[in-house]
């Protein structure tokens, strides 16, 4: 499951908007319902309008109806050339912490299929929620 899902990371890399930095992301997010959404870094010339590729997957899977989510993977590098492990920023994670429980899976991949696994909790532990 895992490497299947980098392999389609690396496919939503390929549709990366990303003229000024260069630097291509692909997520393929896949939900408790088993869906699969891909999302690619936007870029946009007044920079602050960009949106990272988690969340265009997570947004496209949300405003599909999707709450519920396993798994994502994500793949990134400059000119789509994904050496190394390329880690979701804070703003992606705060948005995971919304929607994904401890134990949500961040896969992240290069481009020769290999990956390592986290857990959301690992990567933003004590995170900001509102309470009951
Ligand atoms: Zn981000």
Redesign the pocket.
Known sequence: MEKELVKYAIEAAKNSYSPYSNFRVGAALLTESNKLYLGCNIENGAYGPSN?A??TAFFKAISDGEKRFKAIAIVGGKDGNFTDECF??G??RQVMAEFCDKDFKIILGNKNLEYKVYTFGELLPHSFELGE
């Open positions: 990272c988690e969340r979701p920023c703003v992606c």
